[in-house]
């Protein structure tokens, strides 16, 4: 294995640019082991040091962090151990964490390394901001597709290899690489380390963890120190920018057409014309974020995440929070209608009345327990409207609710009444309800609610509303019905 000694004038280089006599900033010196790991990393990974370089890890101490007051303050721990204090977080200050507790931990060049930084990890400077992840959806999105039968019966027609035989379809499930390129590259993957390979580098060989289903950043990978989630799913390393968090394009990773259309409904929105248009003009790194000082219209995290203040930062508008469905009252994306948000993120141990894993019966019957009351629905209800009364008139935010709530009813209506139709259709046995997703008539119920009803719930939350008539929506909807019950009547 190569050492990193001739690089060296490199590291010293690096160190001059950044000088005071170089008329750079002044910039809080690095540990001596993230020097040393700069030492090869600057020519071996270029982009990911000058990645490092542009952000605040490198340009303040943990200890200089936490002297922030007030609203500005950045960082939520109010101690770290004292060996991170004064020195920026640099390479090691993340990957040498709690090297006992991954099971990911080698030795690299004298030190324990681990390669996955996970949330716990983060937690050591973040901890507020990992305990919100930790209620919300997308840090259980592992558990919730595939320790659900439904979902994860679901997710096995949609992507498992199909092939013919003898005149019939048959399945197989589908394969970790194709789990990992397909639902699980958002939902996250089961990272565990199976020993060390050898990576044949330009700087000689390295051993390395040899990891499963990696790479991965989705929002509930499962890490192999055990901890759930991947910060660098909204905040890419190595800057680990607030402003590409807040930017829409960060949600477009996901939640993209045609079964979570957010983005492309927002893209097409008043709000999404504004931001597009003036992005340029927003300050997409101040904390607190200012209403109209700030920003204008909302990009996603406005609604759904930011520390939100009145112009002059006297007021706060709406919490910080990495629970990204804590503002939410109503669950728009249903199978296979609107229900109220779940208590937890941890959806698998819902129980709808007819026994499934589910917050809603196929006959849009919410489930008992576990989903959060009308009280709390009020509550969270009112606090967006604060997000969007803070631009907008109280009658338009009346309004607008008014309009939603209306639209969804009639939008679950119409799923009720493919349901209806499938119902016929199992009675008859021109389908069997054993798997109510592998066959004509039952993937155009499918249809009905995850691609066509989800758009048009979109559409009116955020208003992109060809999303809802022609461009899926109640176009799709309508084309479902006529299908459905033209195969019914035909038989």
């Known amino acids: 294995m190569k050492t990193c000694e001739p690089f060296l004038p490199a590291v010293l280089l690096l160190a001059a640019l950044l000088s ?23 020519m071996a990974t270029p982009g990911i040091v ?9 340009r303040m101490t943990p200890e200089e962090a936490m002297e922030v007051e007030g609203l500005a303050r950045r960082m939520s721990a109010i101690q770290v151990p004292a060996h991170l204090a004064d020195t920026t977080v640099g390479c090691y200050e993340c990957h040498g964490l709690r090297t006992e507790e991954h099971g990911d931990t080698f030795e690299h060049f004298g030190y324990q390394i681990n390669l996955v930084v996970s949330p716990a990890d983060c937690a050591t400077c973040h901890p507020d901001e990992q305990d919100e992840y930790m209620d919300s959806k997308k840090a259980h999105a592992v558990a919730n ?28 499930p589908p394969s970790a690489h194709t789990q990992g390129e397909s639902c699980y590259s958002c939902h996250g993957t ?50 680990f920018s607030i402003e590409v968090a807040r930017k829409p394009y960060t949600c477009a990773q996901c939640h993209i057409e045609p079964d979570v259309p957010a983005w492309d409904v927002w893209k097409e929105s008043k709000h ?70 779940p208590e937890h993120g941890l959806t698998t141990t819902l129980r709808n009345a007819d026994g499934q894993p589910l917050p809603v019966t196929f006959a849009g019957v919410p489930a008992a327990e576990g989903l959060i009351n009308e009280e709390e629905m009020a509550a969270r209800q009112a606090t967006m409207s604060g997000v969007c009364g ?60 995850l691609i066509n009803a989800n758009a048009a719930r979109y559409a009116s939350a955020m208003n992109g509303q060809d999303f809802a008539a ?18 019914l009547k035909e038989h």
């Not at 320790?147 to 399945?171: F, M, Q």
């Not at 022609?470 to 195969?487: D, I, P, R, T």
Request: net charge negative; with cysteine; proline share 6%.
């Open 145 to 172: 597709l595939r320790d659900n039968p439904v979902y994860h019966l679901l997710e096995t027609e949609v992507i498992g290899l199909k092939s013919e035989r003898d005149g019939a379809l048959v399945s197989a």
């Open 470 to 487: 022609f461009k899926y929506g109640w176009w799709g909807m309508s084309q479902n019905l006529v299908k459905m019950h033209a195969a």
């Open 390 to 449: 803070a631009c907008h008139s109280t009658d338009w935010v009346n309004g607008h609710f008014a309009q939603f709530d209306a639209f969804v009813a009639e939008v679950d209506q119409m799923v009720l009444e493919t349901t209806g139709l499938l119902s016929q259709a199992w009675e008859a046995g021109l389908a069997d309800p054993a798997n109510p997703f592998d066959e004509y008539l039952e993937q155009l119920w499918v249809y009905q609610w």
């Open 20 to 42: 005071p006599a170089s008329g750079q900033m002044d910039l809080p010196d690095p540990s001596d082991a993230t020097a040393e790991c700069l030492i090869c990393h600057e």
């Open 190 to 239: 089961v990272v565990e380390a199976k020993g060390l390979k050898t990576v044949e580098t330009d700087m000689g060989d390295v051993e390395v963890p040899d990891l499963t289903n990696w790479p991965n950043q989705g929002v509930g990978r499962v890490n192999p120190d055990g901890s759930l989630g991947a910060c660098t799913a909204c905040h890419p390393r190595h800057s």
């Open 272 to 341: 999404g014309n504004i931001v597009l248009s003036e992005a340029t003009h927003y300050n997409w790194d101040a904390v607190p974020w200012k209403v109209g000082a700030d920003f204008k219209a909302p990009s996603c995290v406005v609604c759904h995440a930011a520390l939100l203040t009145t112009p002059d930062g006297s007021e706060v508008l709406a919490e910080r929070t990495h629970d990204f469905g804590s503002r939410l009252w109503l669950r728009i994306f249903g199978l296979p209608t609107s229900h109220p948000q």
């Open 50 to 58: 000058a990645d490092w370089q542009r952000s605040r890890h490198s």
